[in-house]
């Protein structure tokens, strides 16, 4: 499952849509989306927190990957997303 792909597609309800299938995922690409491009993880349109939320509400216990497509460098891509996930998912 592809976040940013499913918000590319038109889906507006990704925790819906994890509530609906989480029996069946078994991958997660954490990746964000804004105005037609892929962004860096936490700095586009998409709103994680209820994202993670519908993963532990299926027991989600799978990967999850930063697919990092954006124009910023890889290294850049990378250490912005981590400490975005750290922040969001509250890691030190």
Known sequence: MDTAHLAKSGVADIAGLIRDFGGVIDNVHAKDYE??????????????????????????????????????????????SREYLYELLGIA
């Open 35 to 80: 105005q037609g491009q892929f962004r860096i993880l936490g700095r586009g349109s998409l709103d994680f927190t209820p994202i993670m939320a519908a993963l532990g509400d299926v027991g989600y216990r799978g990967w999850l990957c930063v697919d990092e497509e954006s124009p910023a460098s890889l290294a850049e891509g990378l250490r912005v």
